[in-house]
């Protein structure tokens, strides 16, 4: 790379210093242009006393804060955007004030504070993440699935799905009982009886940061009118999927996990009716402006009707670099052949979020045309999964994968 030659660069963990000016002389201390959200600017101009060499700086409205920095100065930005936001890069590097403040104007869409995907993805919690899932149970999966097939149904507006989510409630509550760090809470919801359920573990450096897990807690059998009477066991739609979160936080819990950042699990309710808990939930996380790092969906986990694929990330309404992070933990932890489909439609409560601008992920539990045929009717049983959960156990692997290594 020749000085003078047009220069791009995203500054990431891995790249600074190695790739970025290999041929500059040793001796220049070169002057640039990075282009940078307005938050992280006022951090990194804070972290040099408001003293960084040149001082320069332009704002625009869409958040993006231009500024003139030092080659020498580039270590400690870097620092401050890994230790503060923890973001690896954030900031990108321009040779010239026209071609940074190209991208400032111009590109606003993709380089806005908001669309721009800051999340550190790297995998570095080996021995810990490992050493959780060798404590995962099947059985226990299979237990929580039986538990929860057992009432009538879990529709949105019976009893029975009233009674499954204060069900699922006291089995967090269980789980996380001596934890001053945790609470289980209902979500109410104005437009129907049944609420939705939110366990929350306060992250202990970073509690503004949330990441999410979850799944919906409602099913049905039936297509028209009132299923308030029909039978519902929903199994595998989606008793699997909270069965599998229920054995995610078992582990966390037993591993007596302490997460930096905050995490949530969540059982929605009213999905089957037009994903209406998630919907009301995600809304209110935008409306408060919460922080929402990443979110993965777990709808459907232990029937496996793809031969030769374990897990099927679903492409569409969900964020793709976060799913290229699934792959990747996917590989280095459960171990198992992946692939990638789509719903083709708002097939789930990850919608919800995707709709709001967080970062979603859908882990499915086969191809869309290999699917559980037996779901929204009476025969939504566990023995169509040889009344086993061996198939959802790799989803818990993923969980807690995506927990630890979000949090990390
Ligand atoms: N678990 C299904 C979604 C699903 C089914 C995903 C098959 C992939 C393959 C979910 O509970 C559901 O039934 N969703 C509704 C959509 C909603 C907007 C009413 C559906 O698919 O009809
Ligand atoms: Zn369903």
């Not at 232990?302 to 031969?307: I, P, V």
Request: net charge negative; aromatic share 10%.
């Amino acid at each position: 790379m020749k000085l003078g030659q047009t220069l791009l660069l995203i500054f990431g963990c891995f790249t600074l210093g190695t790739v970025a000016f290999a041929s500059a002389p040793t001796n220049l201390d070169r002057e640039f242009w990075v282009t940078i959200g307005q938050d992280a600017a006022l951090q990194v101009e804070k972290s040099f006393g408001f003293k960084y060499a040149s001082n320069e700086k332009i704002e625009f409205t869409n958040g993006i804060t231009v500024m003139k920095v030092r080659e020498s100065e580039m270590d400690q930005i870097s620092h401050v955007m890994h230790d503060k936001f923890h973001r690896c890069g954030g900031f990108i590097g321009h040779d010239s004030l026209d071609e940074a403040l190209e991208w400032a104007n111009n590109d606003s869409e993709r380089f806005s504070a908001k669309t721009m995907n800051f999340t550190d993805y790297s995998i570095n919690q080996g021995d810990n993440v490992r050493a959780m899932m060798t404590e995962l149970s099947a059985t226990n999966i299979t237990n929580t699935i039986q538990r929860l097939a057992t009432f009538k149904n879990r529709y949105y507006k019976s009893q029975t799905g009233q009674d499954s989510q204060k069900l699922v409630k006291e089995t967090w509550e269980t789980l996380v009982q001596g934890r001053t760090d945790a609470k289980v809470e209902f979500f109410r919801h104005t437009g129907w009886p049944q609420p939705s359920v939110i366990l929350t573990l306060a992250g202990s450096e970073r509690p503004q940061d949330i990441i999410v897990l979850g799944g919906h807690g409602d099913s049905i059998s039936g297509y028209f009118g009132d299923r308030s009477a029909n039978h519902a066991p929903g199994a595998d739609d989606n008793a699997s999927g909270i069965a599998t979160l229920t054995e995610v936080v078992r582990v966390l819990m037993t591993s007596s996990y302490r997460p930096k950042h905050t995490i949530k699990f969540m059982a929605y309710a009213a999905e089957e009716v037009g994903l209406w808990g998630s919907k009301e939930v995600a809304q209110q996380a935008k409306r408060e402006n919460q922080n929402i790092i990443g979110v993965m969906q777990l709808d459907m986990t232990n029937y496996k009707g793809s031969s030769d694929l374990d897990i099927v990330l679903m492409s569409d309404f969900t964020n793709a670099e976060q799913n290229a992070f699934m792959g990747r933990l996917i590989d280095e932890y459960v171990k198992v052949p992946w692939g990638q489909d789509r719903c083709g439609y708002a097939c789930s409560d990850h919608a919800s979020w995707h709709g709001q601008g967080f970062p979603a992920s859908m882990p499915f539990e086969a191809r869309m045309n290999e699917m559980n045929r037996r779901i929204h009717t009476p025969q939504d049983t566990i023995d169509l999964s040889g009344n086993n959960a061996q198939h959802a156990l790799k989803f818990a692997k993923l969980g807690v994968a995506f927990a630890v290594e979000l949090d990390n």
